[in-house]
């Protein structure tokens, strides 16, 4: 039902960049909901995220595309944080494709690669109105730093 692959064309890098701003307009609403400002969350979280490959690139970073019958329903990459330490970043899955696994799929096959790029550790980042991300990370291992 879902292909998910490395993005490596100008179409499909095309393609991240509207999963990408769809994730950040959803993103900036909640956190404005939530009484912080759009553009401290685009400040501290985006600041240069629409660059792609950018930090994204690999050998160091990857940015993964997910699509089903041809249209694109989720994207997550990771990109390099020191040595042996990655950050996965804009993990996002279109609404009329959640439900399915698809998240979670992508953060395996990006964790998955991260580790053959050489990460022993992974890190991400979510704000607390992200209660089923949060759940799913959790559940795959992931600890909670304040």
């Not at 160091?60 to 970043?89: H, P, Q, V």
């Not at 279109?94 to 990006?110: C, D, K, N, T």
Request: glycine share 10%; charged share 20%; proline share 3%.
């Amino acid at each position: 039902m879902f292909d998910i692959q490395p993005a490596g064309s100008d179409a499909q890098y095309q393609l991240v960049r509207e999963l990408v701003a769809e994730h950040i307009a959803w993103d900036t609403a909640e956190a404005q909901h939530a009484g912080l400002g759009a553009q401290e969350i685009m400040n501290f979280h985006y600041a240069a995220e629409m660059v792609f490959p950018g930090e994204f690139a690999a050998p160091a970073g990857c940015m993964l595309l997910a699509t089903s019958g041809g249209f694109a329903a989720g994207c997550g990459g990771f990109r390099r944080l020191a040595a042996d330490i990655c950050e996965l970043k804009l993990i996002f899955v279109r609404p009329e494709f959640r439900g399915h696994g698809l998240g979670r799929r992508v953060v395996v096959e990006l964790l998955k690669l991260a580790k053959l790029a050489g990460y022993a550790v992974a890190r991400l980042e979510a704000t607390t109105f992200m209660g089923s991300a949060i759940t799913m990370y959790e559940s795959m291992g992931f600890e909670r730093c304040l």
